[in-house]
């Protein structure tokens, strides 16, 4: 049984692009988070999301950021007109219950030029 | 708000114990967690505590809890050079509301010197 897998490892994108970061959950995962390490510090929640729904989105900020998790394929966390200060580490992770102690990713590295 | 603090460093020599101390302000927390970063890599869960617990022992890993003092603590016994890596400890909402949202310190790098 695989991991979270999360791709790319490493993403680099120019201020104004956009960048789409995938994450697929473990097998009978159905709860999806995604959360972002700035550096030098600890993980801050973005977005809770069970297949087709968003159930948390408290820690996503108000504008260029979306996620979804669709019925079908990975979950998807998407940067619309990317800044340098979105550049950080995104970790996703699942579980099959909505509770924590769950499986992370390795992560996407997002750099922004 | 919620808040979890942890000291920023902690330097060992291999063969010694090392002590990891976070402070929590949620008292309504169901469970506390410990997990392990290593360089480049994603966040691999050591351990977790019950709010109801005050220690919990898994191999050369020691959690105490100080629930009035909202105060975790991880101790690694025998620390090796392996066990160099960034500590974080979370902790999850409330009983019934809980959704699995985790709420992270900013991590404790251990180096442990041979």
């Given at each position: 049984?695989?991991?979270?897998?999360?791709?790319?490892?490493?993403?680099?994108?120019?201020?104004?692009?956009?960048?789409?970061?995938?994450?697929?959950?473990?097998?009978?995962?159905s709860?999806?988070?995604?959360?972002?390490?700035?550096?030098?510090?600890?993980l801050?929640?973005?977005?809770?999301?069970?297949?087709?729904?968003i159930?948390?989105?408290?820690?996503?900020?108000?504008?260029?950021?979306?996620?979804?998790?669709?019925?079908?394929?990975?979950?998807?966390?998407?940067?619309?007109?990317?800044?340098?200060?979105?550049?950080?580490?995104?970790?996703?992770?699942?579980?099959?219950?909505?509770?924590?102690?769950?499986?992370?990713?390795?992560?996407?590295?997002?750099?922004?030029? | 708000?919620?808040?979890?603090?942890?000291?920023?460093?902690?330097?060992?020599?291999?063969?010694?114990?090392?002590?990891?101390?976070?402070?929590?302000?949620?008292?309504?927390?169901?469970?506390?967690?410990?997990?392990?970063?290593?360089p480049?890599?994603?966040?691999?869960?050591?351990?977790?505590i019950?709010?109801?617990?005050?220690?919990?022992?898994?191999?050369?890993?020691?959690?105490?809890?100080?629930?009035?003092?909202?105060?975790?603590?991880?101790?690694?016994?025998?620390?090796?050079?392996?066990?160099?890596?960034?500590?974080?400890?979370?902790?999850?909402?409330?009983?019934?509301?809980?959704?699995?949202?985790?709420?992270?310190?900013?991590?404790?790098?251990?180096?442990?010197?041979?």
């Amino acid at each position: 049984n695989a991991g979270v897998m999360q791709n790319p490892r490493h993403l680099v994108r120019r201020r104004g692009q956009e960048a789409r970061l995938r994450c697929s959950p473990m097998k009978g995962h159905s709860h999806v988070y995604w959360y972002r390490q700035l550096p030098e510090e600890g993980l801050k929640f973005m977005v809770y999301l069970q297949k087709e729904n968003i159930i948390d989105e408290s820690g996503m900020p108000k504008e260029r950021f979306s996620a979804e998790f669709p019925k079908e394929g990975p979950s998807i966390l998407r940067i619309q007109q990317v800044v340098r200060g979105d550049s950080a580490a995104y970790f996703c992770a699942s579980s099959p219950r909505p509770e924590g102690g769950y499986t992370f990713g390795s992560g996407t590295r997002l750099t922004v030029v | 708000g919620e808040d979890v603090e942890q000291s920023l460093f902690l330097s060992v020599r291999e063969g010694d114990s090392s002590v990891i101390n976070c402070t929590y302000t949620d008292s309504s927390s169901t469970y506390l967690y410990w997990y392990k970063q290593e360089p480049g890599a994603g966040l691999q869960l050591l351990t977790y505590i019950f709010s109801n617990m005050d220690m919990k022992q898994d191999q050369r890993l020691t959690v105490l809890l100080n629930k009035k003092d909202k105060h975790l603590s991880l101790r690694i016994a025998d620390t090796q050079t392996g066990d160099s890596a960034i500590y974080f400890c979370a902790e999850s909402g409330p009983p019934g509301g809980n959704t699995g949202k985790l709420i992270f310190g900013q991590g404790t790098t251990l180096q442990v010197k041979p």
